[in-house]
């Protein structure tokens, strides 16, 4: 597979998907050396390690070509005070070019947009691509829920592995976290713990990504993102048909079409397999659909036409 992209969250996926033996990936960075030099270290982590995964780096598309996954990290990510929108000019020409480059070598690749604003950029990738929409989707959902289950476990006190979160809507501060269909150990969160902590909750994870940014000074996270990456990368290869919160085109699902937005999807080798629609209250439904009208508006600015 291709890993386009070996800043902090493409180096970062890299690793966990050569330390599990997910793929053999080939890192691509448009930064002569940058690519190179990180899987040059990785393969000497190799040698302590012994996983079975390898790495290699290159400045050329070609070393990854008939890949059967590009994951798209290539861009700018965010400073202190910026959001995820303001990156989309910048990085919406340098995700076109990355989707030229990557799929005629590999045109049989599944795409996984990681790039901020991610529904944005996932469409835009779609476009760009000519690949069917099956074949082009985005993390963020799982992400999101990552970080909506660690707010969960701190809150409640349970083990990380009895808690089931989920988030959906936009990658950014409309995503719509659903505490209702939310359990630990079972339990829905809202029976769990009050309204109050709940609310305290969701707004924790609303705004994680944006804690991180301002805790770090320079650059955005990397670590949940990355291990994000590569649990997605493992559904896709391994065929698991796993649900996960994936950035994926709706066709009338939640009264929406045409938007890349984070929703419930199954995954497998072929990448999105089904896109089954979750029975969600008018106010979860409400929310989604106001989360999508952000991302329809920002595609509108991109001008790419019906
Ligand atoms: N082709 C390939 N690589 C590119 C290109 C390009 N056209 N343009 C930039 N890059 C590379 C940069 O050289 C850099 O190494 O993309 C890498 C981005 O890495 P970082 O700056 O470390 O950013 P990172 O934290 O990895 O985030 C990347 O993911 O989560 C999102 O918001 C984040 O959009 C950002 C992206």
């Known amino acids: 597979m291709t890993v386009a992209g070996a800043g902090q969250v493409g180096a970062t996926a890299a690793f966990?998907?050569?330390?599990?033996?997910?793929?053999?990936v080939v890192l691509v960075d448009v930064a002569e050396g940058i690519a190179q030099g990180k899987a040059l270290d990785m393969m000497h982590a190799r040698s302590v390690e012994q996983f079975p995964g390898s790495v290699i780096g290159s400045s050329n598309y070609a070393a990854g070509a008939g890949s059967d996954v590009v994951v798209i990290t290539a861009g700018v990510p965010r400073k202190p005070g910026m959001t995820r929108d303001d990156l989309l000019t910048i990085n919406g020409t340098i995700m076109r070019s990355v989707v030229e480059q990557a799929v005629a070598v590999s045109p049989d690749a599944v795409l996984l947009c990681v790039t901020n604003p991610l529904d944005v950029m996932t469409y835009l990738a779609w476009r760009v691509s000519g690949l069917p929409s099956s074949r082009v989707l985005g993390m963020g959902g799982v992400l999101d829920s990552a970080r909506f289950a660690y707010f969960i476990a701190r809150a409640t006190g349970a083990a990380l592995s009895d808690v089931d979160a989920v988030v959906l809507g936009a990658h950014g501060d409309t995503?719509?976290?659903?505490?209702?269909?939310?359990?630990?150990?079972?339990?829905?969160?809202?029976?769990?713990?009050?309204?109050?902590?709940?609310?305290?909750?969701?707004?924790?994870?609303?705004?994680?990504?944006?804690?991180?940014v301002s805790l770090l000074q320079s650059g955005s996270a990397f670590f949940a993102p990355g291990v994000s990456v590569a649990a997605m990368v493992a559904a896709i290869v391994g065929d698991t048909h796993e649900t996960m919160s994936s950035c994926v085109l709706l066709d009338g699902q939640y009264g929406l079409s045409?938007?890349?937005?984070?929703?419930?999807?199954?995954?497998?080798?072929?990448?999105?397999?089904?896109?089954?629609?979750?029975g969600l209250t008018a106010d979860e439904l409400c929310a989604l659909q106001d989360s999508a009208s952000g991302v329809i508006d920002a595609v509108a600015s991109l001008g790419l036409g019906g």
């Open 16 to 24: 966990v998907m050569a330390l599990k033996g997910t793929a053999d």
């Open 175 to 212: 995503m719509v976290p659903l505490p209702r269909l939310s359990t630990v150990a079972g339990r829905p969160l809202t029976e769990v713990l009050s309204a109050e902590a709940v609310a305290a909750v969701v707004k924790s994870t609303v705004y994680g990504g944006a804690e991180v």
């Open 258 to 278: 045409g938007v890349y937005l984070n929703v419930p999807a199954v995954l497998g080798r072929s990448g999105v397999i089904e896109v089954p629609e979750w």
